[in-house]
């Protein structure tokens, strides 16, 4: 940012008595220390900012209106590689947008691999017969098929290039499967398509970790993906509503707007973990009574995995003698710690599988108070509740920081807690550093203080720690925050028919 001099007319030199420097019309030099804050301002930004993405899209793309004004989306990672993986696309031959993020483990290879396809078996399930047919004559005759998804990719993200064709041909046994079923003419609802794409997606990818392929690179990616693990939260969003299909702990939350101006969170998915009693009845209602006091300990599954579903981690849904096969067929002379493959049994694993990626579906219809919807990684909801990431982006928004009014109770209060309340609502009206919404929840979720005052400090101590230690501190954080366009009712008489 280029500093603001006043002009030259104004100009009268003084002395700062306390720092020993010129000061112009009561503007301050920097200090050597100042130069230093300054520099690693640039460089906290630097590092905040590098992989952000802001999109805007057309309120008509001459199909139909669409129910997303803009997007915003970022990663920081913790881990290196990073594991997290985000994706966001338009469907190009059905409606709706597709956004969606994902937390890998046991390295990024799972993640990876479903960020890339998740959102095509989506579309494709989705997509009329008539449609489908085309595609696979295309394939057939050998011409270039027609789009099926329109991606936003920030120049960072990669894709897996050696693994395209199987991929495709997979995606292809996929649609043609579709095409054999007598009751798919109009394609599946997108709460359908969600569920069976996902389940098809993990099911590929068991299969492809057994089956032969043309390389022995391909082979090794298969098995890497296969035995690596990733939790998703995939939402689509069309003008009829948004479903949110969820699989693990990453979490959709939506930002309501109150009539009061205030904001509310309204969960939109359920984390798959130790703290939900629905979900540990039912991994202990799938296995024998004996193994009741097992199948979770230390609230994870089998004393080893914090999400309870998940894609990949065969580890937890393949026989024993069924991994210790895969892992034998590798070639003798590759390291399979170089590929964070390793011979392991979780303790206590008797009734395989323990593990499933059926993700839990929820559906909202949209109103005009519906304003905002996040996705995040754990790595963003271990710093703060959803309560409090809504309030973030709502008053950045809005431009608006909404105080309660002081209380009976707080009107009661000592000198030195009446100072802690000033210093909390004044962290609250703080401006913003950030015009990225996704960022400047990064920023908040690492960079808060005591009283929720933006810490320079804290947030560079974050974000310096070196690669050893950066996880034991935080994880992997990404972040998407879709702009709704709430005002639907009223675009809709303005526009072509759909």
């Known amino acids: 940012m280029t500093p603001n001099f006043p002009s030259r007319s104004d100009q009268s030199f003084c002395t700062g008595e306390e720092s020993g420097v010129w000061t112009r019309s009561c503007c301050h030099f920097s200090t050597r220390e100042d ?54 696309a338009t469907c190009l031959q059905s409606k709706g947008m597709l956004f969606g993020v994902f937390d890998g483990h046991g390295g990024w290879a799972c993640a990876q691999a479903v960020s890339e396809r998740l959102l095509y078996y989506i579309a494709v399930a989705m997509m009329p017969k008539q449609i489908l047919e085309e595609l696979d004559k295309c394939m057939d005759l050998g011409r270039p098929i027609p789009p099926i998804l329109q991606w ?63 390389s022995d690179l391909m082979k090794s990616t298969a098995i890497q993906v296969a035995f690596a693990g990733c939790t998703a939260c995939v939402a689509h969003v069309g003008t009829d509503g948004i479903h949110v299909a969820n699989t ?35 991994i202990r209602a799938q296995h024998p009574p004996s193994e009741r006091d097992t199948v979770v300990t230390d609230d ?7 999400p309870l579903r998940a894609f990949g981690d065969v580890r937890f849904k393949w026989s024993v003698e069924l991994q210790q096969s895969i892992l034998a067929s590798l070639e003798s002379g590759v390291d399979l710690d170089s590929l964070n493959l390793y011979q392991y049994t979780p303790p206590n694993y008797l009734t395989p599988p323990y593990l499933e990626v059926t993700p839990e579906i929820t559906y909202h219809k949209l109103r005009p108070q519906d304003h905002f919807l996040i996705l995040g990684t754990d790595g963003l909801w271990d710093e703060f509740s959803s309560e409090e990431a809504v309030r973030l982006v709502g008053e950045h928004l809005s431009g608006i920081h909404l105080q309660a009014p002081v209380s009976p109770s707080e009107r009661k209060l000592k000198l030195g807690q009446m100072h802690e309340l000033l ?63 709430y005002d639907l009712n009223s675009l809709r008489r303005f526009s072509p028919a759909e």
């Open 35 to 88: 130069l230093d804050f300054q520099q690693s301002q640039v460089q906290i930004n630097s590092i905040l900012r590098s992989n952000e993405q802001t999109v805007n899209v057309p309120e008509f793309d001459g199909r139909a209106l669409s129910a997303v004004r803009k997007f915003d989306s970022n990663h920081l990672p913790a881990n290196t590689p990073n594991e997290d993986r985000r994706s966001a």
């Open 152 to 214: 936003y990719k920030h120049h960072s993200d990669f894709n897996y290039r050696e693994s395209a064709p199987l991929y495709i041909r997979h995606l292809r046994v996929f649609w043609q499967e579709l095409l054999d079923n007598e009751e798919h003419d109009e394609g599946m609802s997108p709460q359908e398509a969600l569920s069976c794409a996902f389940r098809r997606l993990d099911a590929d990818i068991s299969l492809e970790a057994q089956v032969p392929l043309s």
């Open 248 to 282: 693990g702990d990453c979490r959709a939350v939506l930002g309501v707007q109150n009539n009061d101006g205030s904001w509310s969170a309204v969960p939109l998915s359920k984390d798959h973990n130790s703290q939900n009693q629905d979900e540990l009845e039912r």
């Open 300 to 306: 994870r599954l089998l004393g080893v995995l914090m």
């Open 423 to 485: 210093l909390k609502r004044r962290a609250r009206a703080s401006p913003a550093l950030d015009t990225n919404a996704a960022t400047h929840l990064i920023r908040h979720a690492l960079g808060t203080g005591e009283y929720g005052e933006s810490s320079q400090e804290r947030l560079a101590s974050m974000l310096a720690l070196p690669e050893d230690l950066a996880r034991m501190y935080r994880d992997d954080i990404t972040v998407t925050v879709v702009y709704l366009n």
